[in-house]
């Protein structure tokens, strides 16, 4: 174990299949070879105070006192995510209902303003359970956030503290220090990973750029006119600084990374959170983990030895499982429980 991680153990230890003991397979596993899971969801759309909206898919029994999970993903993820459609489909299979955010331009359809979504936009989510809140007012709330999901999740819980609004929170494969991860990343055989994100976000924004045109937004194009060229833009430190940073309100990429990362949160949390985390994560450095007196007392941190990034496939490869899918139900059942 890192010398400055904490010193929690997991209660369920994580074995990795045969052959995919490697983080990198892990990694790549769900979005390169699992099968695709489908799912029966209606979606809702939630419109925003500044004129924007987040599309929820909802899965699940429709009780009003039914135990209700709010799932979010990753960075250029969606509620069609490997790992969101198999929670999903876990979860229903105890009982619960689920919902998953898909977070601003990340549903399928650019949002309507410049901005879009960040590693730090606990705003959005404090929306959208507010809105579950006021949706299934009698329905038990649980969240569970992957990466960047996993990161807002976290920071949402420490600015609020005993006023979360949620019974209980997961954490998976969490970034806690976005600078040192935007570090880590541009690393070895993590840059396969960056060149994917820069490819993605930058398409994004060339796919607004259309769309804005096409509707006549020209306060919109005016926006991100401002954000000059966006050629030679290579690692997360070009694109948080030269486009998260002024489309978010920040004033550089340091203090997006500053004001954003969930460590700096962790010790205001008093909602019953489970995080789970991977000691081999291509995306973390070890030093990022926080350290046991970081955490507060109602935080459960389970650091594994193996797992990659939203990775934690087990079984064999001809037969897979998905430890995440287990453990997280099984967590969320122990502590509706108490």
């Not at 699992?34 to 029966?40: G, V």
């Not at 929820?56 to 135990?67: K, Q, R, V």
């Not at 420490?158 to 600078?179: I, K, M, N, W, Y």
Request: charged fraction near 20%.
């Amino acid at each position: 174990m890192p010398l400055h991680s904490p010193v929690y153990a997991p209660e369920s230890p994580f074995t990795p299949a045969f052959g995919l003991g490697n983080p990198h397979l892990q990694t790549l596993w769900g979005p390169l070879w699992r099968k695709t899971t489908h799912l029966d969801r209606q979606r809702e759309r939630l419109w925003l105070d500044d004129g924007d909206f987040l599309d929820l898919d909802w899965h699940g029994p429709h009780s009003a006192e039914t135990p209700l999970v709010l799932v979010l993903h990753g960075l250029t993820g969606s509620s069609n995510s490997p790992y969101v459609a198999g929670l999903q489909k876990a979860l229903s299979a105890q009982g619960w209902a689920s919902v998953a955010l898909n977070w601003r331009g990340c549903s399928g359809e650019p949002n309507r303003l410049p901005r879009s979504y960040h590693s730090g936009v606990s705003e959005d989510l404090a929306a959208a359970i507010n809105h579950l809140r006021a949706t299934r007012p009698l329905a038990p709330l649980y969240a569970v956030g992957y990466s960047l999901g996993g990161n807002v999740l976290l920071k949402h819980l420490g600015e609020t503290g005993s006023d979360s609004q949620l019974q209980g929170a997961v954490a998976v494969s969490v970034p806690f220090r976005l600078d040192q991860c935007a570090d880590r990343i541009g690393q070895g055989f993590s840059k396969v990973y960056q060149a994917h994100f820069m490819r993605e976000m930058l398409a994004y924004i060339k796919i607004k750029e259309r769309q804005f045109l096409l509707d006549g937004r020209h306060e919109g194009l005016a926006t991100l006119a401002q954000l000059g060229s966006l050629d030679n833009m290579r690692t997360f430190w070009d694109f948080d600084g030269r486009v998260t940073a002024p489309l978010h309100g920040f004033e550089d990429a340091h203090d997006y990374y500053r004001r954003a990362s969930s460590r700096y949160f962790l010790g205001e949390i008093r909602t019953p959170t489970l995080i789970i985390q991977a000691a081999d994560d291509p995306f973390v450095f070890p030093y990022s983990l926080p350290v046991s007196s970081e955490l507060s007392a109602c935080t459960q941190f389970e650091l594994q030895a193996k797992g990659g990034h939203v990775g934690f496939v087990d079984g064999t490869l001809r037969a897979p499982g998905y430890y995440l899918e287990r453990r997280i139900p099984h967590w969320l059942i122990q502590t509706a429980r108490g």
